[in-house]
T-cell receptor
Framework: EPEVTQTPSHQVTQMGQEVILRCVPI?????FYWYRQILGQKVEFLVS????????KSEIFDDQFSVERPDGSNFTLKIRSTKLEDSAMYFC????????????FGPGTRLTVT | RKEVEQDPGPFNVPEGATVAFNCTYS??????FFWYRQDCRKEPKLLMS???SGNEDGRFTAQLNRASQYISLLIRDSKLSDSATYLC????????FGTGTSLTVIP
């Protein structure tokens, strides 16, 4: 069964550093998403991406964040100048588009900023 | 403003019990509705979409009441493996997740 994959599973970085989180969505899916979940809190939408551009973004997704689809398979989230409060689980998701909004999530990357 | 609200629980039920969760949403223009389950420190996994006519998948039944802006999930004949957090998700311009309802099924 096709699945969304994410790398790395755990990333530790120092405050102020830049990190890139990687995702490979399901191959025939058209819409891609990033979410974050701070420990013990709810899943929060960051950004959606379609047709090589951002389609929606939340208030959380400020200039510190950027997304890219550098090739036909990868979808990345870059976080610049990381802060302690960026520590969270980051989930990538994708859906097939058309009339379906059912999203399938990757296993997540646990980001720890020290 | 909380877009999606759920009773956090926890719900502790014996095996074989029937349990129901409710979720309310604030925006009447919301378009799509889902239930996901999330195991501890894992990703959300789609359980089922929720349709206006109601839908059933085995032991799980989901209902949508647009007039009252709530969504429900009914689990019949609870299994130990149903223990998880159940997330209500609503799509407007973006996807809004509830905080989740914790279920523990006890032997």
């Amino acid at each position: 069964e096709p699945e969304v994959t994410q790398t790395p599973s755990h990333q530790v970085t120092q405050m102020g550093q830049e990190v890139i989180l990687r995702c490979v969505p399901i191959s025939n899916h058209l819409y891609f998403y990033w979410y974050r979940q701070i420990l013990g809190q709810k899943v929060e939408f960051l950004v959606s991406f379609y047709n090589n551009e951002i389609s929606e973004k939340s208030e959380i997704f400020d200039d510190q964040f950027s997304v890219e689809r550098p090739d036909g398979s990868n979808f990345t989230l870059k976080i610049r100048s990381t802060k302690l409060e960026d520590s969270a689980m980051y989930f990538c998701a994708s859906n097939a588009g058309s009339s379906s909004y059912e999203q399938y999530f990757g296993p997540g990357t646990r980001l720890t900023v020290t | 403003r909380k877009e999606v609200e759920q009773d956090p629980g926890p719900f502790n039920v014996p095996e074989g019990a029937t349990v129901a969760f409710n979720c309310t949403y604030s925006n009447s223009a919301s378009q799509s509705f889902f239930w996901y389950r999330q195991d501890c420190r894992k990703e959300p996994k789609l359980l089922m979409s929720v349709y206006s006519s109601g839908n059933e998948d085995g032991r799980f039944t989901a209902q949508l009441n647009r007039a009252s802006q709530y969504i429900s999930l009914l689990i019949r004949d609870s299994k130990l493996s149903d223990s998880a957090t159940y997330l209500c998700v609503v799509n407007e311009d973006q996807f809004y997740f509830g905080t989740g309802t914790s279920l523990t099924v006890i032997p």
